[in-house]
Structures are given as structure tokens and as C-alpha cells.
């Protein structure tokens, strides 16, 4: 090979090389993305009652948020209906507090869910868990009989 063919391959190759690599940032081959960018959706802590746990009738429930969601955002369903709710401001996040008006003491499975977005907004956090009611009456909590003279 010739010394000027060489020298056409190299800057050829070099051109060929420079072209690609624009190309392969473009598709997160590099670089990193300032933080502010990335999503941090919200997310849920402290369930009560926990996640697939038994209880005789269900009628209160609660649980954690992460810091910085939009409060207005947040919508709580139990089986699908939506349900009231008091939030307060702690030190771990927002806590979520609700008592049902009627409790659910039909033997089955209870569905709590919730959505909020974070501060920022745009980014949900999703929450849906399963308690089991068993409806039976909790040992020790059922009234005496009356007794008769």
C-alpha cells in the first residue's frame, strides 16, 4: 500500500470513528444526567396492618409516605372506593391515617391502594396491598354472655 492510501485510510477511519461516538452518548453510552432530571417517585413505608396480614374485622388503617409529595395529589381507595383521610407532617415523611365508617367484617381479602406525586410533580408513587379478614372475632374481645338467675 501505497503512503498516501494509508494516510487516506487513517483520516478515513478517524472521520468514521469521530462520526460514532456523538452516536453512542446519544443513547446513554456516557456521561451522567444531573440528578434534577431523574424521577424520584414516592414511596410508602410503616403499612398497618402489614402487607397480606390477617384481621378479625377491618376498619383502620395507616401507613408512611417519603418526604416531599404533593398532599393534594394523594388519592386512598379501599376495594376500589375512595376513602377519607388525615395527613400529618412527621420527621420520616407524611403519615396517612384513615377509619372507615363502616368496617368490613365479610370474611376476605381488603385492597388498600394509594397514589401521590412527588413535590416536584409528574412523578407517582403507587401504593395497593392485601389484608386478610377472617371474621372471626379476636380471642379475648368477644363480650361475656349475660348470666342468667
Sequence with gaps: MKLEQRKVAFVGALFVGLGCAPVAYA???????????????????????????????????????????NVPTLVVKVNGQPVQVSTEDKALGLQVKATLAQPIAEPGMVVVSAAIDNAA????????????????????????PAKSE
Design 121 to 144: 410533580g409528574g412523578c407517582p408513587g403507587r401504593l395497593a396491598y392485601r389484608v386478610k379478614v377472617s371474621g372471626a372475632a379476636v380471642s379475648g374481645t368477644q363480650d361475656a
Design 27 to 69: 443513547y446513554g453510552g456516557g456521561g451522567k444526567r444531573p440528578e434534577s432530571f431523574a424521577c424520584q417517585a414516592p414511596t410508602f413505608t410503616v403499612l398497618s396492618p402489614e402487607r397480606e396480614s390477617e384481621v378479625a374485622s377491618f376498619s383502620e388503617f395507616s401507613f408512611m409516605t417519603s418526604k416531599d409529595v
